[in-house]
Structure formats: C-alpha cells, structure tokens
C-alpha cells in the first residue's frame, strides 16, 4: 500500500495523484491542448486542459441560469410594486397615496422600490405603460380582424374604445396628475406619454391604408393624417372629461362614434 506524505492534506487535488492510466493517444482530461491561455476563473495565464474548458463552459452555463434567476425575480418584484400603486392609487386617489405605504404592500422596503422607480411619478408611468401595453396588444387583434368588415368607421371606433376603456376608468385626479407630469416633465413623463399616442396614430394609419387598398375608404386621404384628425378629436373629449364637463365615460365613447360617423361621410370609398 502506497504511504502518504503528512503533506498530502488534500490527495484529491491535480499533483497529488498520479495520472490515470489512459490508452496511447487518448488525451487526459489534464493534458495540455496548447501552451497556455488566460484563465478568467482564476485570473492568470494557465495550461488548457479539457478539464478546464469543461470547468469553464460550466461556470459560463452556471453563470446564465443564476443570471436569469436574478432576471426573474427582479421582474417579479417589479410587477408586485407595479400592481401595489395601481391598487392604492385606485383606492385612495394618486395624491394620497405614499411611497412607504406602496413598499408596504408590496412587501418591499422603501429603498428596493427606490431601486426599481426613482419617484411616485415614476411609478405612474409605469403603470400606464402596463396599461397601454394591454391596449396595444388588443388593438393589433383589431387591426389583423379588420380584413373582410364592410364598416371601417366601427372597426375604428372598437380600435379607439380599446384604448379608452383602461383610461375612462381612472380617477379623475389621476387623469390630471397624467397631464401636470406631462407638461412638467416633458423630457420624460412627456415623451412617455406621447410614445404611447403615437403608437395608437400608428395603427389608425395602419387601418386607414388597409381600407384605402381595399377600396373601403377615399384613398386620396392623406392616411397619416387622416388618423391624427381622429386622434385630436378624441382628446378634445378625452379632456372634456377629465374636467367634468362630461360624467360618464360611456357617452364618450357615444360621442366618439357618433363624430366618426360625420367624418366618414367624406372618408368613405366607392368599394
């Protein structure tokens, strides 16, 4: 029996043992492959062994699934602030409402929420992305259905009311806190905002042109255009209501069906 040295603390580590015994011409999982590389795992410059490109595509493996993990469960705690704001702002009015009691029903302390959303507003915003995102993803599924209807002015009247519907729903404080963060921070609650109009006059154009093709509208209408008419009309009412010169979202979306009606009259194809 092979004695061991009172230095061999740890037998099992690389030039304690002796190589394995192998076949002539089969590598050892040891053996060189070439000189030399750089190792990030231990930061030096060391033999390329199998073994160490085995240890490194595992740490590379092992890195990704820990990276994704991580990944989840910012996002998880993400959604929780999220939809803990949306509930609060919903029950006690956005004003009333406070970043600690957000955390608080989130779960989170006050300084993880920091991490996510740098302010109340921010956290505004991300809420009506969420929405809008919704809305977005609807308003696709309008615009592909749109194919063989015989009534573009209700395909577009059901494309706008899906936007609406989310937003017609809100206090009104938070309606008009929308709009002050808007003006006051036009560089990036502003710019958020607008990114979410713009993507509504995208698809009005989309289904505008698809009418025009089809013959169902006047195709000498400018479609961009066309759809930023729409558009306008319905913020008029969108702010006639945040005001309270309207009561009921309901008779917006009358309203807005009945003025798209009147703007068809001249916007119609021969189709």
Request: hydrophobic share 40%; aromatic share 10%; charged share 25%.
């Amino acid at each position: 029996m092979n004695s061991m040295s009172s230095g061999d603390t740890f037998p099992l580590i690389r030039g304690h043992l002796p190589d394995p015994p192998r076949r002539e011409g089969v590598p050892s999982v040891f053996s060189p492959l070439k000189k030399s590389s750089f190792s990030p795992l231990t930061n030096k410059t060391e033999p390329v062994t199998i073994l160490s490109v085995f240890r490194f595509e595992a740490t590379q493996v092992w890195s990704r699934f820990m990276g994704t993990l991580r990944e989840r469960k910012k996002l998880r705690t993400q959604d929780s602030i999220i939809q803990a704001a949306a509930k609060l702002f919903n029950s006690k009015g956005y004003n009333e409402t406070t970043v600690e009691e957000i955390a608080e029903k989130a779960d989170v302390g006050v300084g993880t929420l920091y991490n996510y959303f740098t302010s109340k507003r921010g956290l505004l915003a991300a809420w009506m992305w969420e929405m809008h995102s919704e809305a977005f993803e609807q308003g696709k599924a309008v615009v592909e259905a749109e194919v063989e209807t015989d009534d573009p002015e209700k395909v577009i009247s059901d494309l706008i009311c899906v936007y609406m519907d989310d937003f017609l729903n809100l206090d009104r404080d938070i309606m008009r806190e929308i709009w002050a963060a808007s003006i006051a921070e036009p560089d990036s609650f502003g710019k958020d905002m607008a990114r979410m109009d713009y993507q509504l006059i995208e698809q009005l154009t989309s289904l505008i042109k698809n009418f025009q093709d089809s013959g169902r509208m006047n195709p000498n209408l400018p479609p961009s255009q066309a759809a930023i008419i729409l558009f306008s009309a319905i913020m008029l009412l969108v702010l006639e209501y945040m005001v309270g010169h309207v009561d009921s979202g309901e008779t917006i979306k009358e309203t807005i069906s009945s003025n798209i009606s009147l703007i068809f009259q001249d916007w119609r194809g021969n189709g």
